[in-house]
């Protein structure tokens, strides 16, 4: 088994598991705003990297690979990109994404996998109130274990769990709770964040950043 090789960017929690729960190579896709790839052949391999034609394939960009056996990269999207032209190379070796059946030619007559970047959709309120309760959503990955958690519970992790719309890695819960402040993390496969779509933040007993969220009367 290969050793995993992490970069040391700060990554989104939904990166981080796109990086290190991968079990198999995977079409493209682009996670909070990262372009990602992914391959895994039939042995381990010295090197897997991805080269762009807007950078004149001029800078490899090496692939991660974790304790799965999968290689990933995740590259940063920059402002105003909408497709990017691009080729792997495993072991000195060029060649398309095995992953990727779209297909172009550069002006040599090479072909070059390329993919299209989807234009970013608005993501809805967090927590929001609806019909007299309060709905918390999280956007991460199919197939999570996602809770709810604050002292609207007295901080138990593992009373409210949230409820996955198959296959889309959206998570709800709606709760009914009365006016006042409230402090509540979500944990996600273990881990416990703030709530990634509500900038109110303040420190929870522990010292630790959680969200905040203000029920007024009325409401």
Known sequence: MPTAFLSAEPVTVQ??????????????????NHFVLKYKGSRNYRFVGAAFKHEDFKIIHPFYVNTNGVYVLTYPLQEGMSKLEYRLVVDGLWMTDPQNPERTKDESGISLSYYLIPEKESL????????????????GIPGQKVYVYGDFNNWDPYMYRMSEQPGTGGYTLKLRLGPGNYTYKYIV???????????????????????????GYGY
Do not use: M, W
Not at 16 to 29: D, L
Not at 190 to 204: E, H, M, R, V, Y
């Open 189 to 215: 496969d273990g881990t416990s964040i703030p709530d990634p779509l509500n900038d109110q933040k303040k420190f929870d007993s522990f010292g630790k950043t959680a969200s905040l969220l203000t029920i």
């Open 124 to 139: 809805p309120e967090s927590p929001r109130k609806e019909g007299g309760a309060i709905v918390f959503q999280y956007f």
């Open 15 to 32: 990166l981080h598991f796109a990086i290190t729960e991968a079990t198999s190579a995977e079409p493209p896709a682009v996670i909070d």
